[in-house]
């Protein structure tokens, strides 16, 4: 993959990130990657550390975006898996967890995994943007995506009041009409 015209933007992420030869990809790794792009495939390689940080973890590749001690033990594997929703349902799980673990590390007074919650929370909502915003995505997974970044926008705002929000979301006409009934009752 020489050439940029033959590859994608993933695939020139992969390429990049595999020639940096490491075994986490912290934000510095991810701003050399960024930058390489641009030197070896020109101006059409441009974009976002973020992106690539979710390109590089759907991959399977570890990417902390934090580096604190508390934060990159035992709870990181965890992160890493907590992102990968395919169904609302998937995502209202994600969800749960993302705001049982915020609680627990705000109650233990964990202030930085409690912040990589956070961090991790926003890359969901950026994921599920971009998947949004995607119109080669089928227009069913699309809605469902613009939903489940809604649904991120809000508990990242008011965690207290997510999940009782997400109740009435769901029994909502415009919820019922664009994803049935069956999803509202799960």
């Known amino acids: 993959m020489s050439e940029p015209s033959q ?11 595999e020639d940096l030869g490491v075994l986490r990809f912290t934000p ?7 930058r390489r792009m641009i030197a070896r495939f020109g101006a059409t390689a441009k974009t976002s550390a973020d992106y ?6 759907a991959n399977g590749h570890r990417v902390l975006l934090s580096t604190r001690a508390d934060t990159e033990g035992r709870y ?12 609302l349902e998937e995502a209202e799980m994600c969800l749960m967890r993302l ?11 964990m ?11 926003r890359l969901g909502r950026r994921r ?16 469902e995506k613009e939903e489940v970044l809604q649904w991120f926008k809000v508990w990242l705002d008011t965690p207290d009041a997510f ?13 019922r009409k664009s994803f049935g009934a069956t999803e509202a009752s799960a």
């Open 76 to 87: 990181e594997e965890e992160f890493q898996d907590l992102l990968h929703f395919s169904t």
């Open 52 to 57: 690539i940080a979710e390109v590089l973890t």
């Open 28 to 34: 510095a790794e991810l701003e050399q990657i960024r």
């Open 99 to 109: 705001d049982e673990l915020l609680r627990k590390f705000r109650t233990e007074k």
């Open 128 to 143: 599920a943007e971009m998947i949004a915003r995607n119109h080669k995505v089928d227009a069913l997974k699309r809605a």
């Open 111 to 121: 202030g930085a995994a409690a912040e990589r919650v956070l961090e991790v929370a």
């Open 163 to 175: 999940f009782d929000w997400l109740e009435v979301r769901k029994q909502s006409p415009s919820f």
């Open 7 to 17: 590859g994608t933007k993933k695939e020139m992420i992969l390429e990049v990130a």
